[in-house]
Antibody
Framework: EVQLVQSGPVVKKPGESLRIACKAS????????IAWVRQLPGKGLEWMGI????????RYIPSFQGQVTISVDKSITTAYLQWSSLTASDTAKYYC?????????????????WGQGTLVTVSS | QSVLTQPPSASGTPGQRVTISCSGS????????VNWYQQVPGTAPKLLIF???QRPPGVPDRFSGSKSDTSASLAISGLQSEDEAHYYC???????????FGGGTKLTVL
């Protein structure tokens, strides 16, 4: 069974750094895209970026480029989403999800299953 | 403001058929494959339809997707109370060079 288990909720102060995790199991981690999606409180879904674990090829949605870093550790089948300096506007729930195995077909990517989400709260 | 336009709300009674639209442009829906996601309140989203009209294993055939030109639709027949959720369309946008979601439609089962 494909499963994505995300790290727990976190409360941080503005300016702090953060890395949240997404542990994958039940499939060939290296050969399937992983996507990260943001959901602001009471709002809709937003794509943030995708990564192909096999070679860590990463594509960011332009509005998130330079704001976050997506990475993986293949040895422990875990994907990460990282911030170097959080702001209050980063308060949201963040989801990871697994995509297809065709590295060249990222534009047709459908994602699922999804992790349970990680709630990040940034407050002074 | 998303480049994909969905009605903010929709409703129907049990057993009824409802459709949810997703309107885009030639740079997204008109040139790429559309996916649909369901998010039941308080839970993670779930892939409902991929590649315009394909259903993943386990998704009932009450759910169907279609696409025409720069618009896509999700149809739900035999509406059930458990279908009450938010529904999002998603597609690659050639101009933005990235994936986008529609704003989402909240479906209420009356």
């Amino acid at each position: 069974e494909v499963q994505l288990v995300q790290s727990g909720p976190v409360v941080k102060k503005p300016g702090e750094s953060l890395r949240i995790a997404c542990k994958a199991s039940g499939y060939n981690f290296a050969n399937h895209w992983i996507a990260w999606v943001r959901q602001l409180p009471g709002k809709g879904l937003e794509w943030m970026g995708i990564i192909y674990p096999g070679d860590s090829y990463t594509r960011y949605i332009p509005s998130f480029q330079g704001q976050v870093t997506i990475s993986v550790d293949k040895s422990i089948t875990t994907a990460y989403l990282q911030w170097s300096s959080l702001t209050a506007s980063d308060t949201a729930k963040y989801y990871c999800a697994v995509g297809g195995s065709d590295k060249s077909n990222y534009y047709a990517l459908a994602i699922g299953p999804w992790g349970q989400g990680t709630l990040v709260t940034v407050s002074s | 403001q998303s480049v994909l336009t969905q009605p903010p709300s929709a409703s129907g009674t049990p057993g009824q058929r409802v459709t949810i639209s997703c309107s885009g442009s030639s740079s997204n829906i008109g040139n790429n494959l559309v996916n649909w996601y369901q998010q039941v309140p308080g839970t993670a989203p779930k892939l409902l339809i991929f590649s315009n009209r394909q259903r993943p294993p386990g998704v009932p055939d009450r759910f169907s997707g279609s696409k025409s030109d720069t618009s896509a639709s999700l149809a739900i027949s035999g509406l059930q109370s458990e279908d009450e959720a938010h529904y999002y369309c998603s597609v690659w946008d050639d101009s933005l060079n990235g994936h986008v979601f529609g704003g989402g439609t909240k479906l209420t089962v009356l």
